[in-house]
């Protein structure tokens, strides 16, 4: 019998731990180690943001789920990996933290046969002074960071009810973030609550991003066709924030955030200020920070992880200019190239490289997107690693048997514009692949008939559909396997 | 909210009509598209589990 040790039980590490259950579990251990005993539906963060849904809607116990399935859950945070086990040799381990109110601080070693490290991103609010819930500015990236977010809001709008007129930021907090998605959901739904509660007229509300263009995305942006024409979605883009009312500010790499001000530079090197009295802004991701150790006690945390706290995989890790880059860059089963019994899924995986083309300021700040970090692919590479560890323990397969590669996959997006059963809007989008291929596609790098974008009532129809069907599949309830990731 | 004015930011890029905006939220334009998004996104999920 061999043990998989699952390190996270987020959107990876969660549909990892599931479908090892039900592939190893009769003849494996399948044990998951995670610090919140809960499981967050993310997406669903931007409407507990502005006061539409509870955080208690967004969220599941684990410890009852993985009872019921027979996964053994430690709640606990991880601190180390000994891929070489102990001093004796012996089994590879890791070191564990308990977060557990009980055990709160008690420390263990766990054994392992089997790692996946799905261990998601560091919310690294450090890169900006005065960046994030415990500085200056507020955040949707966590249902408690949600809830704060939400009630910030909430006095806003009191304050507009009273006459006050209010300056509302959001956006990137840093030149190096990914995610501009979420932000850019959260500025709509805003901006809608601010119609619903009739006081869109008192604020004035700013996008702040480090994208080159609107519509970026980390992506490259995409094209579309539509209306005969092929169309990048940066058009879409500053076609809803005009729409909407919403001023941009691009090309910004966030300095600072004071209280009522955030300071930016742009690409030109120029430096600038926005007031605010509400700002939402996105940190930039690192890796958890976990180190690593061989079997003599020496770290060897970068055989394991990039300087960002990323682990190494399969990936193409050369260092080449934009114009070299390839699809076949990307990690395609994310195995780590020096212990090939660990893993790694999600945003916890060392990209090759951005999608979106690296800039740097006349200062030398860079400034553009990392790579696009979401959850249909977390979820994908989680299912994926854990079909080649069933056949290589079950079937004997010396190399891993599937692949995920995001330049081989394509992305299904909804991004909300507003809440509301008849009035609720989203933008409905897919891109094929997630990476563009220039050797496949040499024109745009995406199959053009694969990707595509509609704003409308149907697309937020979609994303609670979405909503409701992930957390129905996240409590393994009948038949949670048919739902595709 | 006020439209833009000329040489703003908010001027050039293209807005929709408000027909545009009529179908976005009409009940039965939108049930069809619900059905035709969902098709989309299908074909992408299959081309992306080969
Ligand atoms: C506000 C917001 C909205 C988003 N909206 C969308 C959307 O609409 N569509 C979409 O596709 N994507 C969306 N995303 C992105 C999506 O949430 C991520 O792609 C996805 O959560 C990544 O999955 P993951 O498992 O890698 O990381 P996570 O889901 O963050 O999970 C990481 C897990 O690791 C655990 N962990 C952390 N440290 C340790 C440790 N030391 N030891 C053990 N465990 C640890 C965490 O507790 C957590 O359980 C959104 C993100 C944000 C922030």
Same mark, same amino acid.
């Given at each position: 019998?061999?043990?998989?040790?699952?390190?996270?039980?987020?959107?990876?590490?969660?549909?990892?731990?599931?479908?090892?259950?039900?592939?190893?579990?009769?003849?494996?251990?399948?044990?998951?180690?995670?610090?919140?005993?809960?499981?967050?539906?993310?997406?669903?963060?931007?409407?507990?943001?502005?006061?539409?849904?509870?955080?208690?809607?967004?969220?599941?116990?684990?410890?009852?789920?993985?009872?019921?399935?027979?996964?053994?859950?430690?709640?606990?945070?991880?601190?180390?990996?000994?891929?070489?086990?102990?001093?004796?040799?012996?089994?590879?381990?890791?070191?564990?933290?308990?977060?557990?109110?009980?055990?709160?601080?008690?420390?263990?070693?766990?054994?392992?046969?089997?790692?996946?490290?799905?261990?998601?991103?560091?919310?690294?609010?450090?890169?900006?002074?005065?960046?994030?819930?415990?500085?200056?500015?507020?955040?949707?990236?966590?249902?408690?960071?949600?809830?704060?977010?939400?009630?910030?809001?909430?006095?806003?709008?009191?304050?507009?009810?009273?006459?006050?007129?209010?300056?509302?930021?959001?956006?990137?907090?840093?030149?190096?973030?990914?995610?501009?998605?979420?932000?850019?959901?959260?500025?709509?739904?805003?901006?809608?609550?601010?119609?619903?509660?009739?006081?869109?007229?008192?604020?004035?509300?700013?996008?702040?991003?480090?994208?080159?263009?609107?519509?970026?995305?980390?992506?490259?942006?995409?094209?579309?066709?539509?209306?005969?024409?092929?169309?990048?979605?940066?058009?879409?883009?500053?076609?809803?924030?005009?729409?909407?009312?919403?001023?941009?500010?691009?090309?910004?790499?966030?300095?600072?955030?004071?209280?009522?001000?955030?300071?930016?530079?742009?690409?030109?090197?120029?430096?600038?200020?926005?007031?605010?009295?509400?700002?939402?802004?996105?940190?930039?991701?690192?890796?958890?920070?976990?180190?690593?150790?061989?079997?003599?006690?020496?770290?060897?945390?970068?055989?394991?992880?990039?300087?960002?706290?990323?682990?190494?995989?399969?990936?193409?890790?050369?260092?080449?200019?934009?114009?070299?880059?390839?699809?076949?860059?990307?990690?395609?089963?994310?195995?780590?190239?020096?212990?090939?019994?660990?893993?790694?899924?999600?945003?916890?995986?060392?990209?090759?490289?951005?999608?979106?083309?690296?800039?740097?300021?006349?200062?030398?700040?860079?400034?553009?997107?990392?790579?696009?970090?979401?959850?249909?692919?977390?979820?994908?590479?989680?299912?994926?690693?854990?079909?080649?560890?069933?056949?290589?323990?079950?079937?004997?397969?010396?190399?891993?048997?599937?692949?995920?590669?995001?330049?081989?996959?394509?992305?299904?997006?909804?991004?909300?514009?507003?809440?509301?059963?008849?009035?609720?809007?989203?933008?409905?989008?897919?891109?094929?692949?997630?990476?563009?291929?220039?050797?496949?596609?040499?024109?745009?790098?995406?199959?053009?008939?694969?990707?595509?974008?509609?704003?409308?009532?149907?697309?937020?129809?979609?994303?609670?559909?979405?909503?409701?069907?992930?957390?129905?599949?996240?409590?393994?309830?009948?038949?949670?396997?048919?739902?595709?990731? | 909210?006020?439209?833009?004015?000329?040489?703003?930011?908010?001027?050039?890029?293209?807005?929709?009509?408000?027909?545009? /905006?009529?179908? *976005?939220? !009409?009940?039965?334009?939108?049930?069809? /598209?619900?059905? *035709?998004? !969902?098709?989309?996104?299908?074909?992408?999920?299959?081309?992306?589990?080969?």
């Amino acid at each position: 019998m061999a043990r998989l040790l699952i390190l996270g039980a987020g959107v990876a590490g969660h549909t990892a731990a599931s479908f090892a259950q039900r592939w190893l579990g009769k003849k494996h251990e399948v044990v998951v180690v995670s610090p919140n005993s809960m499981y967050n539906w993310i997406p669903s963060n931007i409407w507990v943001g502005v006061g539409r849904m509870k955080p208690e809607k967004v969220v599941v116990e684990l410890a009852p789920i993985y009872r019921k399935a027979g996964i053994d859950f430690r709640q606990a945070r991880c601190l180390s990996i000994h891929p070489e086990g102990g001093e004796s040799g012996g089994q590879p381990y890791v070191t564990v933290e308990c977060t557990d109110p009980a055990r709160r601080g008690e420390r263990e070693e766990i054994a392992y046969d089997y790692l996946v490290n799905a261990t998601g991103p560091k919310l690294n609010f450090g890169a900006t002074e005065g960046l994030g819930p415990e500085g200056n500015s507020l955040s949707v990236c966590t249902y408690g960071h949600a809830e704060a977010a939400a009630r910030a809001f909430e006095e806003s709008i009191q304050r507009m009810e009273r006459g006050e007129h209010q300056e509302i930021v959001i956006g990137t907090g840093h030149g190096m973030c990914t995610c501009q998605g979420a932000a850019f959901e959260y500025l709509f739904n805003v901006e809608q609550e601010l119609r619903r509660r009739g006081v869109r007229d008192k604020a004035t509300l700013h996008w702040l991003s480090n994208e080159y263009e609107a519509g970026d995305f980390g992506m490259g942006g995409m094209h579309l066709k539509r209306g005969g024409y092929v169309t990048h979605s940066k058009v879409f883009t500053e076609s809803l924030l005009a729409e909407r009312g919403v001023n941009w500010h691009l090309r910004a790499h966030t300095t600072a955030v004071e209280p009522h001000k955030v300071h930016y530079e742009t690409l030109d090197g120029e430096n600038h200020e926005l007031p605010f009295d509400f700002t939402m802004l996105i940190p930039p991701f690192a890796g958890v920070g976990l180190q690593a150790y061989d079997r003599k006690g020496a770290e060897i945390t970068e055989r394991l992880f990039n300087p960002g706290g990323f682990m190494w995989v399969d990936g193409d890790y050369q260092a080449k200019p934009f114009e070299q880059w390839e699809a076949s860059d990307w990690p395609r089963t994310y195995q780590n190239p020096h212990y090939p019994n660990i893993f790694a899924a999600g945003i916890a995986f060392a990209p090759p490289h951005p999608v979106s083309k690296p800039m740097k300021s006349v200062n030398g700040t860079p400034i553009f997107p990392t790579p696009p970090r979401t959850g249909m692919p977390s979820a994908m590479i989680g299912k994926a690693v854990v079909a080649s560890i069933r056949d290589m323990l079950n079937r004997g397969a010396t190399e891993p048997t599937h692949t995920a590669s995001m330049a081989e996959m394509g992305a299904a997006c909804v991004a909300s514009a507003g809440t509301g059963l008849f009035n609720g809007t989203a933008a409905s989008m897919t891109v094929y692949p997630i990476v563009p291929d220039f050797k496949k596609y040499p024109e745009y790098g995406r199959d053009l008939n694969l990707t595509f974008g509609e704003l409308g009532l149907a697309g937020h129809w979609i994303k609670y559909i979405l909503h409701v069907m992930f957390l129905y599949k996240a409590r393994q309830r009948f038949g949670w396997s048919m739902i595709p990731e | 909210m006020t439209n833009p004015k000329p040489y703003e930011q908010g001027y050039f890029p293209p807005v929709p009509t408000s027909a545009t /905006r009529f179908w *976005r939220t !009409n009940l039965l334009w939108q049930v069809w /598209r619900l059905l *035709r998004i !969902n098709m989309k996104m299908v074909r992408v999920i299959r081309a992306s589990h080969r």
